[in-house]
Structures are given as structure tokens and as C-alpha cells.
């Protein structure tokens, strides 16, 4: 405890009150509380301060005494609800945060996935599209050959015709 306390009958003078701020202020230092922020030891030396400041209050008066008792039980009780609520709110943002972490390196996982697909697509594509031009060209060039042949088998023919024609010819005109 920083505080002894001696349970005295005598109401506390104005000097008890101000020995009591002077004896918080340099314990505050001592103990190197901070000044804002929550901390641990400021509260505990305060909490220390207000039983002291109820003691001598209850002295003077009992059931002023004992409202403030109630007041300061009321406090710490909410003070313990906001605690437990920081703190789960703490542990909730941390579960949170890691699923957040999880999920991300997921989609990274799947990102990664995804750009290796489009790769072996475009791949694919690209081999796709080279065979597809390899059998146009190969498809002209038969064109091509096929329509040549056709053309010298035309003329062939064609010569041909006109051969036997001639010939034909040759035989009905000396009857005349």
C-alpha cells in the first residue's frame, strides 16, 4: 500500500487535504505516472486518493460516507465493463486483422494461380493460332495445285476439242 492509513475519529483539516494532494502529486512523480492515456499506476494512486478522501468524509459524515463509497464502487464497475469491452474490442480487431491477412495472401495464392492460367491460355492461343495459319497456307497451296491441275486439264481438254474438232472437220468438208 502507498498509503498507511490510521483510522482516526478526528475530521480532516483543510492542511490534511492539501498534505493529501501534495503526498499524490509526488508519488505521481515518483512512480513516473503518465499524465494522459491510460494508465495503470495514475488510477491505482488515485483510487488510493478517493478511499482516503472517503475516510475522511465518513467521519464527518456517515451517510455522505457511504454514497461516495457507492459513487466510487459504481465507478470502478464501469470502469471494469469498459476495460473488458476495450480488450475485447482489441482481440476482435485482431481476429479480424488476421483474417484480413488470410484472406489476402488467399487472393494472392489465387491471383498467382490465375496469371499462370492466362499464360498457359495465351500459350495455347498463340499455338492455336500459328496451326490455324499452317493449314490456311497449307489449304491455299492445295487450292492453288488443284486449280492449276483443273486449268491444264481445261486447256488439255480444250486442245484436245478443238484437235478432234479440227478433225471432224477435216472429214465432213472433202465429202462435200
Known sequence: LLYCQRISSTPATRLDVINLQEQLDMRLQQRQARETGICPVRRELFSQCFDELIRQVAINCAERGLLLLRVRDELQMTL??????????????????LMAE???????????Q???????????????????????????????????????????????????KAQLEGLIAPKK
Open 80 to 97: 471494469r465493463a469498459y476495460q473488458t469491452l476495450y480488450e475485447s474490442s482489441v482481440a476482435f480487431g485482431m481476429r479480424k486483422a
Open 102 to 112: 488470410q484472406g489476402k495472401s488467399e487472393l494472392e495464392r489465387k491471383l498467382v
Open 114 to 164: 490465375l496469371e499462370e492460367d492466362k499464360r498457359d491460355l495465351e500459350r495455347q492461343l498463340k499455338e492455336t493460332k500459328a496451326n490455324a495459319e499452317a493449314a490456311e497456307k497449307k489449304l491455299n497451296e492445295q487450292r492453288q495445285v488443284e486449280e492449276k491441275k483443273h486449268m491444264e486439264e481445261i486447256n488439255f481438254l480444250k486442245k484436245t476439242n478443238q484437235q478432234l
